[in-house]
């Protein structure tokens, strides 16, 4: 399975079961294939606000490994919306809540989103 869009409680979150082709040597999610999709649901979450962002800086932290066949979703949060700069959390979560990795960011604001692109 490739990573999905899925409404979870009302907000629009990414979801991965993790396969071969995300894993490391160690049949785990790799942490690249975990860290971007922190890095884009964050930046989904900025840009439900209208805004048009980069990443400036990101970091992430990883509490367990993610075997493959494991269900994860995110869970993203915007914690400052300034003008020139948002910051974002983001927790990777499964089903039960449990707490595989958190990341947390700052976006620059590069342009407002009017939906007409």
């Not at 922190?38 to 075997?67: Q, W, Y």
């Not at 869970?75 to 959390?89: F, I, N, P, Q």
């Amino acid at each position: 399975m490739e990573i999905a869009v899925v409404e979870r409680g009302g907000e629009i979150c990414l979801e991965l079961c993790p396969d071969s082709r995300h894993a490391n040597l160690y049949s785990m999610a790799h942490g690249g294939v975990l860290t971007t999709m922190a890095d884009t649901a964050m930046g989904a979450k900025c840009l439900e606000l209208g805004k048009r962002v980069v990443t400036v800086s990101l970091t992430i932290n990883f509490m367990h490994p993610i075997m493959t066949g494991t269900r994860i979703h995110t869970e993203a949060s915007v914690l400052h919306d300034g003008h020139k700069t948002l910051v974002c959390e983001c927790r990777i979560v499964d089903a039960d809540g449990k707490l595989y990795a958190k990341a947390d960011a700052t976006f620059f604001v590069i342009a407002l989103f009017d939906g007409q692109d």
